[in-house]
């Protein structure tokens, strides 16, 4: 990913981040042994899918000013 910007390459790197927490809460929820395991991980995978809403409604921002590049469009949707 070649982005010019600091703020595009962090909210890239939140994008990356939110589908982490939502792969590792679908995992944990599978694999998880009490209740408690589930608020946990229900929790987590209501906040990454939050935070990549968020992370995504900027970048299309980022993207309408023109400053997201175009190469990195096609990788980061």
Known sequence: MMLKKKC???IAR???LA???IALART???QQEDSGCG???G???DSGYRLLDLAQKEKHAHMQKGWWDNETK???I
């Open 8 to 10: 595009d390459k962090n």
């Open 14 to 16: 939140t994008i990356e």
């Open 19 to 21: 589908n982490q927490m």
């Open 28 to 30: 944990g929820y599978e």
């Open 39 to 41: 608020v946990l991980y």
């Open 43 to 45: 929790i987590l995978l």
């Open 74 to 76: 096609k990788e980061i």
